[in-house]
């Protein structure tokens, strides 16, 4: 049953998919990264639960590390569809009737300029949203939907995409099927994104769970483990520290992740960049006599050689 704050949210995608793609600022962003994810990529760093007998009454402790500090060369893509300077909580205006905390996007953008400052202007484009399963991501959904028209508006100011990063999987541990559906639904998810944005060589990096809802984290982490899709890679957050309600990892257990996603992106950024670089070939002179190697001419010549 869809509540209220699913209604707001339908609003909202409503108003975005309508909304005049042309007046997103033209800001230099040239490096575009998604968030997507539920709510350990959305963030819940620092959220303290206050409530009594059952009853959520959670606040954000307002503490962001120096690794998560704003920086004039990171922006974010918020509700409005306008860049503005990041600063966390990240998805406060996404990730809507939640409690956002610190989460991985900025320790992960500012670990990328700090280790890579030629890198220019990072642009986030948060589109977590906390609780959801991964068959609410399905292409052609509320949530997908969400995150394609979020990542188009970011690019009509020009810039590149260069990598999703994804968190989730906390929501199919709860039951037996959802856990053994997961990596076909997971390979699917990715191999949409892709085509839908015309990225057939985009990176992937996704976090392999760190905790769980229901009884099954492990068989989701083995599926998340073993996609094997040539553009994903994993981050395995299994042994952060969690926060007391066992499923939302610490403000500098995010603080870490975020600097384990920069790693791997760093990694593949400058193995993608290597592949990039022209090939330097050697003149070398020889006294053989030369050869036509067009097929064509080489067939029609066959006969007289």
């Keep these: 049953m869809i509540s209220f704050l699913w209604l707001v949210l339908l609003t909202r995608i409503r108003w975005v998919n309508t909304a005049d793609l042309a007046n997103v600022s033209t800001s230099q962003v040239l490096n575009i990264f998604i968030l997507a994810g539920q709510s350990n990529m959305s963030g819940r760093g620092g959220v303290i639960n206050h409530g009594q007998n059952g009853l959520a009454n959670e606040t954000w402790d307002g503490v962001i590390p120096p690794e998560c500090q704003s920086n004039s060369n990171i922006l974010r893509l918020n509700a409005g569809l306008t860049w503005v300077e990041a600063q966390e909580p990240l998805h406060q205006d996404i990730d809507l009737g939640k409690v956002c905390g610190v989460g991985p996007g900025m320790s992960f953008a500012n670990s990328v300029l700090k280790r890579d400052p030629s890198i220019g202007v990072i642009g986030l484009v948060p589109c977590a949203i906390g609780g959801t399963n991964i068959s609410e991501w399905a292409r052609g959904g509320v949530l ?57 060589t985009l990176p ?93 001419l080489d067939l029609l010549l066959s006969p007289f050689r």
């Design 144 to 200: 997908y939907n969400h995150m394609i028209r979020r990542t188009e508006a970011a690019l009509q100011g020009g810039g590149q995409l260069q990598a999703l990063l994804w968190y989730q999987g906390e929501s199919d541990t709860e039951t037996l099927e959802d856990a053994k559906l997961y990596r076909f639904r997971l390979k699917r998810l990715f191999k949409n994104v892709l085509r839908d944005l015309q990225s057939p």
């Design 204 to 296: 992937v990096i996704q976090v392999a769970l760190a905790s769980s809802i229901g009884s099954y984290m492990e068989q989701v982490r083995k599926a998340q483990l073993s996609i094997n899709l040539p553009n994903v890679r994993t981050v395995d957050a299994k042994g952060l520290p969690v926060g007391m309600d066992y499923v939302h990892i610490t403000t500098l257990a995010q603080v870490q992740l975020g600097q384990m996603l920069a790693d791997t992106f760093l990694q593949t950024h400058q193995t993608t960049q290597a592949v990039l670089l022209p090939v330097q070939t050697e003149t070398v002179t020889s006294n053989a006599p030369r050869r036509c190697s067009n097929f064509l």
